[in-house]
C-alpha cells in the first residue's frame, strides 16, 4: 500500500494558553478572492499558510461586529472508506443580536443568489482561518425572531457552510488589515 503522506514528526504539547470562542468574522464575496498565496510559515506557527490573499479592485473583506461568546466555528471530516472520498465541513454560524432592518439588509446581501462566500475567523487565541478557500462558503440556513420574555433572544442566526478538499487554512495576521473595508 502506498503512503501518500508519510509522517515525518510528532507534536510537542503547547505551552500557550487556549480559549475556545470566535473573537471576529469577515465575509467577501468569493469571486472578489483573485488569489491565495500558500507559503510556510516559521513564526508564531510552524506549517502552511495563507501569506497573501488578493482581491479584485473593488473587492473587500467586511467585519461584521457581533456580541462576545455567540459565534461557532465548527470543521468536521467526512471520511467514506468504500466511496474513498475525503472532505471537510466547515460551518460557521454567526449570531446577530436585535431584529432591525440594517441586518435584514446584509442578510439579503449574504443570500442573493445563492452567492459563494469567502470567510475570515478570528479565533479567541488570536489566530485568522480562510473558511471556503477551494468551493466557497454557501448561506445554509437562517433563523430569525424574537423570544416571549425580556430577557430572551432577538435577533438572527446564519449558518454558512463550505465543504472544502483541505482543512482550513491559518492565515498570516499581518495581512489582514489590507485586505479589510
Known sequence: MAICNALTAGLDKSCLTNSGGVKSIRIADFENVTAVTIGASTAPQVGD????ISMSASGYFYKFETNKNVNLFQETVSIDLLAGTTFFNQVFTLVLSRRETTKRTAIDQLIAGQKQLSLIIEDSNGNFWLSGLSEGSYVTAIDGGTGTAKSDA?????????????QAYGIDPTIIAAITA
Request: glycine share 6%.
Open 154 to 166: 432577538n435577533g438572527y442566526t446564519v449558518t454558512m457552510t463550505a465543504l472544502e478538499p483541505l
Open 49 to 52: 499558510w495563507i501569506d497573501a
